[in-house]
């Protein structure tokens, strides 16, 4: 799926105040803390998607932000679950079985080449074959394991994951399309896990996920943004959003995505082994995040 110029900064930040945060009902394979930070809401909830930053997944044909299209879903909104597992590199080839019951296959050989070059693997999970990737996960030793409440978000309505305990200088790498590797430094950064989702008006009941990792930095002072809702008070701060790293799914009625470090993940402050693996107490970490949405409340209008 192909990237291409998204809308500007402002159109993306959305108030959480008025949303409805529900129960998380899927993916509950084990219970130590641990992996990627609580969702700080649309936008990160700090404000408009990051200034200089490069393009994030296009919409796939048929895929709709328009408020007629809104309109014949009658308001839909997906509830959005997120499940995050770290393990020890320890345990890679452990963990490697769960990809035997996974998909890579839907997306194209360009794109996954892509992702990989820059430390990210990603495939779609039936829940059929849920419980043979809990059965898994729950035989991982030394795990760690972080259940996020799930939410319900309209389309084209963000939601940040922050993937960092807290601020920290980092250099990160990523490789564009013309295969240079680039880096950048960013003191006192956080990363983000950006994600988002339009509705796919051919089949009833699928989305499109768009998932986009981010570099954040706070800057001092606030101003003011326009939204659907108004005009908001939010912090500055800037950012790059990588969009060698970014992609776009197609999520069926009873699917789940998961995004994990490639192979390539091991190599210095490349933008997915800087997102998704982490040293605890000196042993290095491999998180891979599981994101499922519902739609099953959708009822078209004739």
Not at 42 to 71: I, R
Request: hydrophobic share 40%.
């Amino acid at each position: 799926m192909k990237l291409a110029d998204h809308c500007d900064a402002e159109n993306r930040l959305r108030s959480l105040a008025s949303r409805e945060w529900l129960v998380i009902a899927m993916l509950a394979a084990a219970s130590a803390a641990g992996g990627c930070q609580a969702p700080s809401g649309p936008a990160g909830g700090n404000g408009a998607q990051p200034h200089g930053a490069q393009a994030s997944p296009a919409s796939l044909p048929q895929a709709s932000k328009s408020h007629e299209a809104l309109a014949k879903f009658g308001g839909a909104s997906a509830v959005v679950s997120v499940f995050c597992f770290a393990a020890p590199r320890s345990q890679r080839d452990g963990l490697a079985r769960i990809w035997s019951y996974l998909r890579e296959d839907w997306l194209d050989a360009e794109t996954a080449a892509r992702l990989r070059r820059n430390g990210i693997r990603t495939a779609l999970g039936r829940e059929d074959y849920w419980d043979a990737v809990r059965q898994i996960l729950d035989g991982i030793e030394d795990r760690r394991v972080f259940q996020h409440d799930a939410v319900r978000l309209p389309p084209n309505y963000p939601l940040a994951l922050e993937l960092d305990s807290g601020p920290r200088d980092q250099t990160l790498f990523y490789v564009a399309d013309d295969g240079v590797l680039t880096g950048e430094t960013w003191g006192e950064s956080r990363n983000v896990l950006r994600l988002d989702y339009l509705l796919d008006l051919q089949r009833p009941g699928a989305i499109i996920l768009e998932v986009v990792p981010e570099v954040r930095r706070r800057q001092d002072g606030t101003r003011f943004v326009r939204t659907d809702t108004g005009v908001m008070l939010v912090p500055r701060y800037d950012g790059r959003a990588f969009a060698a790293a970014s992609f776009a799914a197609r999520l069926e009625p009873g699917d789940f995505l998961v995004v994990a470090p490639s192979e390539q993940s091991d190599v210095y402050g490349i933008v997915g082994g800087a997102f998704l693996t982490e040293a605890v107490d000196g042993e290095p970490f491999d998180s891979l995040v599981f994101v499922r949405t519902d739609l099953s409340d959708v009822i078209r209008r004739p």
